[in-house]
T-cell receptor, first 115, second 113 residues
Framework: AQSVAQPEDQVNVAEGNPLTVKCTYS??????LFWYVQYPNRGLQFLLK??????LVKGSYGFEAEFNKSQTSFHLKKPSALVSDSALYFC?????????????FGPGTRLSVLP | NAGVMQNPRHLVRRRGQEARLRCSPM?????VYWYRQLPEEGLKFMVY????????ESGMPKERFSAEFPKEGPSILRIQQVVRGDSAAYFC???????????FGQGTRLTVV
């Protein structure tokens, strides 16, 4: 069975500094990896995905993520954080080798960007 | 192209009543997923459907809960005889294909009084 871990419940960073939100995964087949952001009382918004190809994936709002197969990680990064990036971030994985598998989400990491 | 539409946005039910949550996926999407979220918590998978088929319902309670995605019309998540513990936000998502990202609706916030 697949699983996702987000080891930090909360990440605080000063505006203008780089940010990293960590994600590690476990899946038996090929991992399909995703990052989503959730603002208060809203649904999840898709940020980026890794299916195959380059390990560095660029997404919306200046976010990027690096797929590391040996470390089974898919950390979300941004070179310069904005106060408006403050939100709840979810990492998700899907087993590409198993047709019936759905998206499994991590517990979420709350990002606070301080002015 | 409209996004994933969920209705109602807010639903209040008394204990013992039925709650019916609707989800219209994005145009052309045949994969639908339902998740439940409690305040300040993550998303708990409930059910994965493809047109007229339930692919995975391992996250859905065996009693009182059911889901369908008919050939025509929206996907429906039905909760019979609701209890206070059913109060949560229920999110629907859809994807075009298995390798694609899922797009989420705004959710239905169910309150059982």
């Amino acid at each position: 069975a697949q699983s996702v871990a987000q080891p930090e419940d909360q990440v605080n960073v000063a505006e203008g500094n780089p940010l990293t939100v960590k994600c590690t995964y476990s899946v038996s087949g090929n991992p399909y990896l995703f990052w989503y952001v959730q603002y208060p009382n809203r649904g999840l918004q898709f940020l980026l995905k890794y299916i195959t190809g380059d390990n560095l994936v660029k997404g919306s709002y200046g976010f990027e993520a690096e797929f590391n197969k040996s470390q089974t990680s898919f950390h979300l990064k941004k070179p310069s954080a904005l106060v408006s990036d403050s939100a709840l971030y979810f990492c998700a994985v899907r087993d590409g080798g198993n047709y019936g598998q759905n998206f499994v989400f991590g517990p979420g990491t709350r990002l606070s960007v301080l002015p | 192209n409209a996004g994933v539409m969920q209705n109602p946005r807010h639903l209040v039910r008394r204990r013992g009543q039925e709650a019916r949550l609707r989800c219209s996926p994005m145009k052309g999407h045949s994969h639908v997923y339902w998740y439940r979220q409690l305040p300040e918590e993550g998303l708990k998978f409930m059910v994965y459907l493809q047109k007229e088929n339930i692919i995975d319902e391992s996250g859905m309670p065996k009693e009182r809960f059911s889901a369908e995605f008919p050939k025509e019309g929206p996907s429906i998540l039905r909760i019979q005889q609701v209890v206070r513990g059913d109060s949560a936000a229920y999110f629907c998502a859809s994807s075009l294909e298995r390798t694609g990202e899922a797009f989420f609706g705004q959710g239905t916030r169910l309150t059982v009084v």
